[in-house]
């Protein structure tokens, strides 16, 4: 059959090559994709915006698609499932990814707050205010211990969390929020108790009532060295967890998995597709054990975690969605690779701040160990490939182990450069160092 992959990132790029690579799929249309989708066998990029709807029906009636696997979010909160389910002749086709309704798990923090307290799901304590509150959410504010963590309600490209030690400049940025500082996205701010520990990400692919956990991962957020400086989309990822062990992802499924898919059916919220709950593994004082609890719900796959969760998927990745479009996942296994992948980003200099864009990058035909997803590229009219956005390239491996794997990706993107190119040396260290 043909399938639709909407988005055109790493996420897709490392996408794209296990939907491309299943016998079931005859072409992979991807909108927009990059210079990296472009290349994959029996992949097409067309030229479409991942929000304009009625363009994707056009891709999908004039190609005969039968399968649309939505990667990022925004398609998603802005409801390309409930467009597909209301056309008549768009009704039958295999959306991979939740409806409004379910999308608001990402799209609204309160919403998520507030489904996790219904389901008994453990996160941060918490309350949610609205602009007419904030007297009331400055005394709130003034109850709690430092850090202190606000959270625009909506989507604010990754930049609506933020995490200040003082309550003077906590109380300042609570008003400017509210006050509309991420516009309408912050018109309600959810102020939350911090909360310390370690980070990671589970992935749940569900067909509303089944589901299948796929391999974890830890990505890396801040620019910096050591998880300084300011946040970026991802600078490199790791899979599995070490720390993930056997008991833990008992508790992630019996605790975080199991509750929030039979959640969403109970609250009447047909669900398929990806959720991805970002985790703080906290350890209880008292018993020395780590806890999971869920520091937010994305309904999409994460990037770079993708493109070092992908790789490890042996399984069929179209039959897993077909069972999931049909509510049959319990009928499919998921196989694993049993080793670990390492991804590092490399990125343009600058980023997340002003960069440059259009930089030839030269080497990538010569890595040969590892996978080169593409993030930001372009060709120029000459073929050459050029960087064309701040995360450009993620080169991933895998390997027996995490630092294997680790030092795979580092000595093969030593091959890749341009003009100005930058990537974290320590993807993976704080791991490294707990398992010593
Ligand atoms: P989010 O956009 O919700 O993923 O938040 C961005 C980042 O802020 C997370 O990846 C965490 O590192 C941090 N964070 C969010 N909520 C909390 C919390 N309650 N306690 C500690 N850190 C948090
Ligand atoms: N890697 C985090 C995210 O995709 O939101």
Redesign the pocket.
Known sequence: MNILLIGSGGREHAMACRIAGSNRCSTLFVAPGNAGTAHVDGCRNVNVDPMDFEALRQVVLENDVKMVVVGPEAPLVGGVADYFAASADLRDVMVIGPGREGAQLEGSKDFAKRFMQRHNIPT?AYRSFTADQAQEAAVFLSTLKAPY?L?ADGLAA?KG?L?IDSLEEAQRELRAMLQGKFGQASAKVVV????EGV?LSVFVLTDGKHYKILPTAKDY?RIGEGDTGLNTGGMGSVSPVHFADKRFMQKVEERIVAPTVRGLSRDGIGYKGFIFA?L?AVTDKATGEMDPYV??YNVRMGDPETESVFPRITSDVVELFEHTWRGTLHQVDLTVDQRAAACVMMVAGGYPEHYVKGKQITGVEDVKESMVFHAGTSRGTDGSLLTAGGRVLCVTSLSESVPAALLKSYQELAKISWEDCYFRRDIGQDLLKMMI
């Not at 939350?192 to 909360?195: A, G």
């Open positions: 941060a963590v959270k990754g969390v995490i939350e108790q911090y909360l980070e957020k970002g703080m520091i937010e």
